[in-house]
């Protein structure tokens, strides 16, 4: 810019050799006068012309700053959007090379500045207690990653060790706490903090105000740290104000081989933080998975819609399963994130997928329930020709099978009218409930949880009368009910091909992922060949009910069937139990034998007509409802159904049971 | 003194400026080339080795789309027309048996083929590859309309047009999406502020001018020119279908507000009620596209898709447009076959002619047809009790497509012209009772139907 400055002072000069020219021109002209004038001449045409550059250069170059600004992404050139993407965006130009960071943590309220921008501020009541954690590249200052670690309750403090280990070195790290944090921050969350140079963080007390900056691996760059006074008070609020030098770009990052993918995983890594060796510089993980292909795979063309919300580590590792299963086909995929939310979208494109992004209309339940909906919608516009779609949540495990359980099953679907759905998901199949791979039930309750719709119920059905947002509910509660399912049923397969791993969600919290979830048995054996498909159609299900039911044998009624020994101890035998059930709706016995099975017991599913199939030491287990049941009449006459005592009401467990 | 210091003071600026102005004219040298340095040699190598530059460069492009599998098929105008030609000769042709350049060196500014995304794997990879290989290639990318229709969803930009250059001929690749309605649709393509707006001649691309839809064509593998390509397997009709193939979206965003304001009747009757006239209109669009007549969308059904996306649920029938000179005398008996029976018919094919079907659940299907005069169009009416007619006259317009209930068919292209001359400026206020004979804004009376001519132009069934 410098370059042409002068010019503006030129002119005058100009204009008063124009005065002097004239003057020359007018009194005398000899010819040292006309070889002067000619030297007047020239110069003065030299600074006409440099001014009239001067200006088209100026002209040019604010138009070709301003076409830069305006236009975010470039399309040429994929490199440059790379740079430009890494570059610090909130800060002012030009290179600084040190951070100004200031953390603050007291009882109500933490936040943390980085160079006068607030990245992290929480003063809500009632929420975000324990140790805040943000990871900042080392070189740009970017944010990376923001969690929240309630050390307050039991297993946070694992999971904040998880994520601090899964952090590259060299990171620069900011923990702060609001509340208390220290109540289940066991010793080796400790250890962990000492060994990143904390003084203060491994004798973090009750109540304690504590604010940390460091660098992973490195120096610690400034600490504060405030005792609580008593049991029933906290420490003081502590402001750490510290500087922070940020090293160079090369230093931060990896430098690995230059390939489509590598790009991705470049572009995903300096971003953000928190997903271990995808972004390992030695060793990183790969992010393609080149699954075995499925021969005659049926599913291929089937669209699948992975529900999400801004729960991107889970994302992280459902997408990781999803890839790696046999018959998947990447280009079918699309995630719906439910929200503007940017990490998610980076894991979507680290595996290089389709992401679409939901604004948030409604709230909580409701808008689950609208995210779904435009999902589907969505799933059915992009893939017009597709006649199924498989619907995925972000928190599950994908078994590798998983498509090839589809593609046996999936013409089901297509010839028998009286299907709802097909689920990878059995809501009874625990570890100690479930045996065989091969083996699929018919059930009239929609499990969810990895599922095929028909897009022609989702078109003529569902879709016109979706439940709207001011009505609140849960999608798949709607989907459970009568005028919704109208008697038709759901296929799924004895051992879940899907993995429900999410502990943190909408009607989710640990103990009762703990309760409900943990010991769900999940297929890990590829290429399971289903055994006799046909059989769960309407009409052979009932033969095939009927012969098991015809050769099982009849368990001892007198014995408590919440105790190991009403089962014998054997192994491949089928038994079969009546219990007491008036009605169609009457699960009080039920419910009583669920719960003491250890089984889902918040409401009733996997049932077929009064019937329940299940697995017991290695013998299949049939549990009939009598007198509801149409297969009451397989009961010998003799035979008492069992009839156990509905609980006394107790603060019992979480009221509405849901699995999303 | 003053004269010698004025004389120093001039040396010194001269020189000053000179050197300034040398500085400044390399550095805008250095700027210009770094700006548009391909671009401008491009343009000048354009006349330079026109033989078989065009078959080079789609040799070249043919090579690349098959070794990575790149999804394409030859849409060319141009090159189908030469084709479709000489089809018979095109098809017997066997590999490399080419003596002559036909085809791919006729003299033109681009080969035009078509994308089928769906088909498409390694999207990522491909873009990088061919620039590798040697091509300067431009993408266009919009966001995805398929999502518009639904509320409040953004996702990753689709790809609609790439335009890659080689030694001085361009491909232009038109990217196919699939939409709901069996058919294809490609974009609209946009220059935008940072294109290189010289970097081909834009005006002369054969598509992208506006948005288009075609039919899903089956495509057949041809040797043409000693090259491989993919081509549809009726060229005939892909031609046919390029002039009337442009398309407008439904204006999804109005039609939210609309609802905002007077909610969706969402009860029983008004869904099933929707439910039937959509089939219905799925019959009459198969029906018609049998017997090869064109219909657009009328009266009360185009408002519904112009104002809401979407049957108005107490329309209670689907109302049709037909150009008279498409009449075909088996209409009647078509819809009759396909279970539709003839309701009423009133006026003659020369003068007001209208077929009423009676449709399943009470829904009916009006047929109206229309007649074109120098500077208007219009269509009749008639009142069967009194046999007077009446006049419905609508400003010019031409056919568009669009997505209506999953289905690809006409509209108007001047839409607004045609509802506002229907119904007037406050076509937005949605209004239940409704006199044909009335209401609308543009009906006239006609005269009555001679007594001597009622059985033929008022049947009733």
């Known amino acids: ?660 | 003194m003053s004269r010698i210091n004025k004389n120093v003071i001039l040396a010194l600026l001269t020189l000053t400026s000179s050197a300034f102005l040398l500085f400044q004219l390399y550095y805008y040298k250095h700027y210009l080339s770094a700006k548009n340095g391909a671009g401008l040699s491009k343009s000048k190598g354009s006349r330079i080795g026109f033989d078989g530059t065009q078959w080079r460069t789609v040799k070249k492009f043919i090579m690349l789309t098959s070794s990575q599998n790149v999804p394409v098929f030859l849409i060319d105008p141009l090159i189908l027309e030469l084709i479709n030609k000489n089809f018979e000769q095109v098809k017997n042709a066997s590999h490399g048996s080419a003596s002559e350049c036909k085809f791919f060196c006729v003299p033109r500014d681009f080969t035009a083929f078509a994308l089928q995304y769906h088909l498409w794997k390694n999207e990522e990879s491909w873009f990088r590859i061919a620039e590798n290989t040697g091509f300067q290639c431009l993408k266009f990318e919009s966001k995805d309309p398929r999502l518009d229709g639904i509320d409040s969803l953004s996702g990753t930009e689709i790809p609609l047009h790439y335009i890659c250059t080689l030694a001085s001929h361009a491909v232009h690749l038109v990217v196919f999406h699939e939409r709901s309605g069996n058919y294809l649709w490609h974009g609209h393509l946009r220059l935008k502020g940072h294109i290189d707006r010289k970097f081909v001649p834009f005006r002369k691309l054969k598509f992208g001018r506006y948005p288009g839809a075609f039919d899903r064509p089956e495509l057949q593998q041809v040797t043409i020119d000693g090259l491989e390509v993919l081509i549809p397997k009726d060229p005939m009709h892909f031609l046919e279908e390029i002039p009337h193939s442009r398309f407008i979206e439904c204006r999804y965003k109005e039609a939210r507000a609309f609802f905002q304001q007077y909610l969706d009747d969402n009860t029983v009757e008004a869904m099933a009620f929707r439910k039937s006239a959509k089939e219905l209109l799925q019959l009459a669009a198969k029906t018609l596209k049998k017997l090869g007549v064109r219909f657009w969308l009328s009266s009360g059904t185009c408002l519904g898709w112009y104002r809401q996306c979407g049957i108005i649920p107490y329309s209670k029938d689907v109302d049709l447009g037909i150009f008279i000179q498409d009449y075909k005398s088996d209409i009647i008996s078509a819809f009759q076959d396909a279970g539709l029976p003839l309701k009423h018919k009133f006026g003659k094919v020369e003068d007001s002619l209208e077929l009423s079907f009676q449709g399943k659940d009470d829904v009916k299907l009006d047929i109206f047809f229309f007649y074109e005069e120098t500077d208007y169009m219009w269509n009749g009416g008639t009142q069967a009790k009194t046999g007077k007619k009446f006049k419905y006259l609508f400003p010019k317009f031409t056919l568009c497509w669009t997505e209506f209930v999953d289905m690809k068919v006409r509209v108007p292209c001047e839409t607004i012209e045609y509802i506002e001359a229907n119904y007037g400026k406050t076509w937005k206020v949605p209004v239940r009772t409704w006199d044909w004979k009335r209401s609308p804004h543009n009906v006239q009376p006609n005269g009555v139907w001679p007594i001597s001519e009622w059985d033929e132009v008022i049947q009733l069934y």
């Open chain 1, 1 to 660: 810019m410098d370059d042409w400055k002068p010019s503006p002072l030129i002119k005058p000069f100009g204009a008063r050799k124009k005065r002097s020219w004239y003057l020359t021109w007018k009194y005398k002209l000899t010819n040292q006068r006309a070889l002067r004038r000619f030297c007047q001449t020239g110069a003065v045409l030299f600074l006409l012309v440099t001014v009239i550059v001067n200006i088209k250069l100026i002209l040019d170059t604010r138009r070709a700053i301003s076409e830069a600004s305006e236009d975010p992404e470039p399309e040429k050139d994929y490199d440059e959007a790379l740079g430009r993407l890494e570059s610090p965006r909130h800060r002012g130009s030009g290179p600084r090379r040190v951070l100004d960071v200031e953390v603050y943590s007291s009882r109500s309220k933490v936040y943390v500045a980085v160079d006068g921008t607030t990245v992290l501020e929480d003063e809500a009541r009632e929420q975000g207690r324990g140790i805040h954690v943000i990871v900042l590249n080392q070189a740009t200052g970017h944010v990376m990653a923001k969690r929240v670690f309630d050390t307050y309750s039991p297993h946070e403090d694992e999971a904040m060790v998880l994520f601090l280990n899964m952090v590259a070195p060299g990171r620069v790290l900011i923990c702060t706490v609001k509340d208390e944090g220290s109540f289940h921050l066991k010793d080796t969350a400790k250890a962990l903090l000492r060994s990143l140079g904390s003084q203060a963080g491994p004798a973090l007390g009750w109540r304690d105000t504590w604010a940390f900056v460091g660098r992973k691996g490195g120096p610690v760059l400034g600490e504060k740290h405030s005792k609580s006074p008593a049991l029933s008070s906290w420490g003081d609020p502590v402001l750490l104000k510290t500087d922070v030098p940020l090293s160079s770009a090369e230093e931060a990052e990896c430098h690995w081989a230059d390939t489509e993918l590598n790009r991705r995983r470049h572009r995903f890594c300096s971003k953000v933080e928190g997903y271990g060796s995808v972004c390992s510089c030695k060793d990183p993980t790969p992010i393609e998975f080149s699954p075995d292909p499925l021969p005659d795979n049926k599913v291929f063309n089937v669209p699948v819609a992975v529900i999400a919300g801004n729960r991107p580590n889970y994302l992280y590792r459902m997408l990781r399963s999803l890839l790696s299963a046999q018959g998947v086909s990447p280009q079918m995929i699309t995630v719906f994130i439910d929200g503007y939310y940017e990490e998610p979208m980076d894991v979507v494109a680290l595996f290089g997928l389709r992401g679409i992004q939901h604004t948030p209309i409604s709230i909580k339940n409701a808008r689950v329930s609208q995210h779904y909906k435009a999902s589907l919608t969505a799933t059915f516009n992009l893939f017009p020709e597709a006649r199924f779609a498989v619907v995925l949540e972000e928190d599950l495990d994908i078994a590798v099978d998983f498509f090839s359980f589809l593609s046996q099953s999936i013409h089901l679907l297509e010839e028998d009218d009286s299907l709802y759905c097909i689920s990878a998901w059995n809501d009874q199949g625990y570890e100690h409930t479930a045996e065989d791979p091969a083996l699929l039930y018919r059930v009239e309750t929609m499990p969810g949880l990895g599922w095929v719709l028909r897009k022609s119920l989702y078109k003529e059905e569902l879709e016109p009368k979706w439940p709207t947002p001011e009505k609140l509910w849960d999608w798949d509660m709607w989907m459970r009910m009568p005028e919704q399912r109208r008697g038709r049923e759901c296929i799924i397969p004895d051992i879940s091909r899907s993995y429900h791993f999410g502990i943190v969600g909408l009607n989710m919290n640990g103990y009762f992922h703990e309760a409900y979830f943990k010991k769900h048995k999940f297929n890990t054996v590829p290429g399971v060949q289903l055994r006799n498909v046909d059989s769960l159609k309407k009409e052979a299900y009932e033969v095939e009910v009927h012969r098991l039911l015809s050769e099982a044998e009849v368990l001892d009624h007198s014995k408590n069937p919440c105790e190991d020994s009403f089962l014998p101890d054997t192994e491949g035998h089928t038994y079969v139990a009546f219990i007491r059930m008036e009605k169609d709706d009457d699960f009080t016995t039920w419910t009583r034998l669920a719960k003491c099975l250890h089984i889902w017991d918040l409401d009733v599913r996997g049932n077929h007509r009064g019937l329940w199939r299940l697995f017991r030491k290695r013998n299949h287990f049939l549990v009939v409802g009598v007198p509801a049941s149409p297969y009451s009449m397989k009961k010998p006459p003799s035979i008492t159904p069992i009839f156990l005592e509905p609980p006394p009401k107790e603060e019992g467990a979480p009221g509405a049971a849901e699995q999303t």
